[in-house]
């Protein structure tokens, strides 16, 4: 064996004598392989990832330049089997420079083979004493190549690197496999050639394990692609699924919903979500979207609908309250205070019944019937401030005449009191109303000058004088007028205060009449 030239020959196998043809030691040139120019050590299987299988025209076979290519085929830019560069003797592998076998871009769904656990060629595979590389099968030792200078153990670590290219095609197909990455048939067909190209590979290493993997692979890949179609029919489901939930809830909404804002910025959610969901067939899909639009549909309709008879009822409420605007104002010029401020509280209680028409249209509204009442009670508050004032002079009027009466002394001229407190008496029942508050009083004052005139004779002896049948049952019906008027204030009722009142003022006219008359007698 020569030192200082390698050359690195794979042998012409006849697998059916095992023979051999080796070039002669001799056969050296200027393109011979050196150690420093032969293969590159091989990575392990753990430094190969799988691409995304997804992507348009790319394979990890495709991306490995180191990868086996099937039988026959010739890697690109490699030459044909059999074919030596110029210089080179026939039967010379030349291993290409610069070649990282195995090498892909990884891809982020797909895991990363296992490493494989790096064995000792020498285990597998040795050379002899004039070059020739072997490796050992089950069927006995087979010659691989020829190794011409150089440690023997460099020559089997060579082979033994071709020997790890394999393995790690071998691991990433079952990975891909495993993962159910690309197409099922593709995967199947590259393990049937990789099982029937390893058991007569150029390397050294376990041959028969390696493609007993690659036949297991032949025989699992139609399990992995059943697996792989029912992954995909169970996402498809998933996906249909979804969109059928979204479908029923629009339907549901376009039943059901009256939140119209909220269920119309739903079923615009819904849109957008719907376009998120993929992975269904055109048709599914497409009858999908039918109900979906449907119901969207509908929805819109009755909203529609909705609205149109608001915008009705609206018009309906709108020329309701112009009737009764129209009737305010009519009553607006009355003086007859008593039933005008009735017919105006029926007036309010009718407006109040009539539905709105809008914040806008219902406050202009409002504005004008409020305008109108408000020119009644205005001048209603107006005229009863003028007979208020008159009612004050008259009250004034009557003190004065009580005052004068309360000085007349019938113990010293009992005859002369009693014709000045009659003219006084005339005088007091020709003025008119006074306020109600103060009418119990006066009356009360005016009844004790009479009883003392009354008594003057009987000053010595104390008398009582029972009541007339007549004033105590006037008096009766004016308490009890006066707690109809406490409730009806206390209930607010505008109109029972209003009749309690003109009651309450009879009854206390009735009770003076009474009281005046049973006192002349």
Not at 184 to 189: D, F, M, S, V
Not at 190 to 213: C, M
Not at 221 to 241: M, V
Request: aromatic share 4%; hydrophobic share 40%.
């Amino acid at each position: 064996m020569r030192r200082g030239t390698l050359r690195c020959v794979s042998s012409t196998e006849n697998p059916g004598d095992g023979s051999q043809q080796v070039p002669p030691p001799e056969t050296t040139g200027p393109d011979a392989v050196t150690p420093e120019a032969g293969t590159p050590a091989a990575p392990t299987p753990a430094a190969a990832a799988l691409t995304d299988p997804t992507a348009t025209g790319s394979t990890p076979e495709e991306a490995a330049p180191g990868a086996a290519a099937p039988e026959g085929a010739a890697p690109e830019g490699a030459a044909p089997e059999g074919a030596a560069p110029e210089g080179a003797a026939p039967g010379e592998a030349v291993v290409p420079e610069s070649v990282t076998p195995g090498a892909v871009a990884p891809a982020e769904s797909a895991p990363a083979p296992v490493a494989e656990a790096v064995s000792d060629p020498a285990q597998w595979g040795r050379v002899d004493e004039d070059g020739t590389v072997y490796v050992r099968t089950a069927d006995g030792e087979r010659a691989v190549g020829s190794w011409q200078a150089g440690d023997p153990a460099a020559g089997l670590a060579h082979f033994a690197r071709r020997y790890d290219d394999l393995a790690t095609e071998v691991s990433l197909l079952e990975a891909r496999l495993k993962a159910h990455t690309g197409n099922p048939n593709e995967l199947k067909a590259k393990a049937q050639a990789l099982a029937e190209t390893i058991p007569a590979a150029t390397a050294v290493g376990d041959l028969d394990g390696l493609a007993a993997r690659a036949r297991a692979m032949v025989g699992t890949a139609d399990s992995a692609a059943a697996e792989s179609r029912a992954e995909k029919a169970a996402a498809r489901a998933a996906q249909i699924a979804r969109k059928e939930a979204l479908a029923a809830e629009a339907e549901q909404i376009a039943a059901e919903s009256t939140s119209w804002k909220a269920a119309g910025d739903r079923l615009k959610a819904i849109v957008e979500e719907w376009k998120t969901i993929r992975g269904i067939d055109r048709k599914t899909d497409e009858a999908l979207w039918t109900r979906f639009a449907a119901a969207r549909d509908a929805f819109g309709r009755r909203r529609g609908a909705h609205f149109a008879a608001l915008d009705a009822q609206k018009g309906e409420a709108r020329a309701a309250k112009q009737e009764l605007i129209a009737e305010a104002q009519r009553l607006a010029t009355s003086t007859d205070w008593g039933p005008t401020s009735a017919a105006m509280r029926s007036l309010m209680d009718r407006w109040k019944a009539v539905p709105r028409t809008g914040r806008d249209g219902d406050d202009d509204l409002w504005k004008q019937f409020r305008a109108a009442q408000d020119v009644f009670f205005t001048a209603r508050a107006e005229s009863d401030k003028v007979r208020n004032s008159e009612q004050l002079a008259n009250q004034q009027a009557k003190e004065e005449l009580l005052a004068e009466a309360e000085k007349l002394d019938p113990s010293t001229d009992l005859r002369g009191a009693q014709a000045a407190l009659r003219r006084i008496q005339e005088r007091y029942d020709a003025i008119g109303h006074v306020p109600r508050g103060a009418m119990r009083s006066l009356e009360d004052r005016m009844q004790a000058v009479e009883q003392k005139v009354r008594g003057a004779s009987d000053a010595g002896r104390v008398r009582t004088a029972p009541e007339n049948p007549m004033v105590a049952s006037m008096r009766a019906a004016v308490t009890k007028a006066e707690e109809q008027l406490a409730k009806a204030e206390a209930a607010g009722n505008a109109r029972r205060i209003e009749e309690a009142r003109a009651n309450l003022e009879t009854r206390r006219e009735w009770l003076a009449e009474a009281e005046k008359t049973a006192s002349r007698r």
